[in-house]
């Protein structure tokens, strides 16, 4: 046991939110490769080529193009994923972050959307950093990233409580994720790395408010953060110094004021180095919010039990718990944002065509009077008694009156549901061809399989651009 370790264990669960977060710092530079477990080195290599995978495909997307017209006319030297365009570093970690969020299909579990906010930071990052970068570097950085960015939102209370309070965690945790893998990836002390972590609190921001008409300002908090989170650790890497006692009971204080009424400050570095969060997330297998998911593989298994097609369905009822309702209850789907989030589309997508790939959110499906007559007959009610954790119910009731419900606890591409190798490879590849061809799309894919054997990672550019 270290001697910061020995000292926490004295001081037990009342120790400082200052000797908290030192301890993330020194986590974030001691940690080595070889500490990592075999699986879950294999698991970041599956979260790091599915996030390339829906970042390539996200280039494509409307709010990607828009935000890289803001920036145009810019140059530097870190490519910008899917596109032959390279600018400053910061900018590229904002791109690449907009771009990995914009079609609803990055991993999730995390600080929320782990994979969109802490790759961009990485790459960009490499681009800077004045040492080579090797594969196990890489992968080490990444399983910090998700390490920090989680550890803060489940201080924050865990996922519904800091969501449900209308904060957006991708965007108010994940900062601190980007930050933390970026003073690695940039080769940062302690300090530097403690002052990166309280800048990065400076950098936090992120609200819901976009779920009420469907706008699109949600695709641009993982960019945001990962800006901010690289830009953190480049201001601290510089000299510039960050509060200590931002996890303190403060004013000002970030848990005091972003979570004031269900902090769990233990909850930063509890199990630290044991318990690896990146082992909690899941990849997602549907184009939509993962709140729907269980629902959909739910409706899947119902059809097939009750073994009837669309037109043999009379209605659909899902109990459904608050957080949820508030979250996914929408009915507008004139906008891709707005579909992604809205569970009633999500279910008559399943419904009428099938599936909920990203081509099930098309504007000509969005438009599609199928649609409209399926979600008029998809009831929500919220049950009370449903914990905001919890999975929705999904109901069945059929044209010749028989009825079947069913609770998906563990919906596919959650760890334990996990997508097989063929199927995440599958998904890669329907989202990498849409920039490049097939033959550079395996390239790419065998690169990140074995990424860990690279001597540096800037290798990877020649398949991202």
Partial sequence: MSEQDQEIAAFGSSYSGVLRMEHLAQFCVDTRFEDLPVALVERAKRHILDTFGATLAGAGSEVAKQARAVFEGETGNTPVWGTDWRVGAAQAAMLNGIAAHALELDDTGGCDHSGAVVLPAIMAAVSMSERIVSGREFITAVVIGYEIGRRVLEACG??????????????????FGAAAASARIL?????????????????SGGLWAFIHDGSQSKKLHSGRAA?????AARFAQCGITGPTKLFEDVWGGFLKTLAGNTAVPEALDADLGRVWKLARCSIKPYAACRG?????????????????????????????????????????VASLAA????LRYALAARLVLGH?????????????????????????????????????VVSVRTVDGRQASLC????????????????????????????????????????LWRVEELESVCLLDRWLT
């Fill in 292 to 332: 729907t998911h269980s629902a959909i593989d739910a409706l899947g298994l119902l059809l097939a039990q009750l073994q009837v097609s669309a037109d043999q369905v009379e209605d659909i009822q899902v109990s459904l718990c608050g957080f949820l309702q508030d979250m996914c209850g929408g009915q507008e």
């Fill in 227 to 231: 800006e901010g989170g690289l830009l």
């Fill in 187 to 203: 080769g940062l002390d302690a300090a530097q790395t403690l002052s990166a972590l309280g800048i990065a609190g400076s950098f």
């Fill in 408 to 447: 998906v606890e563990v919906p596919l591409g959650a760890p334990g549901n996990p997508l097989s190798d063929g199927a995440l490879e599958e998904k890669f590849f329907s989202l990498a061809e849409r920039v490049m061809s097939r033959h550079q799309a395996e390239e790419l894919l065998e690169q």
């Fill in 339 to 342: 579909a992604q989030m809205s």
């Fill in 356 to 392: 909920c790939r990203l081509e099930a959110y098309d504007e000509a499906q969005r438009s599609d009077p199928r649609m409209a007559h399926w979600m008029s007959r998809i009831r929500l009610e919220v049950d009370s008694q449903l914990s905001e954790d919890g999975e929705p």
């Fill in 158 to 175: 865990s996922y519904s409580a800091h969501n449900g309070a209308g904060w957006h965690s991708t965007a108010t945790c994940g900062v």
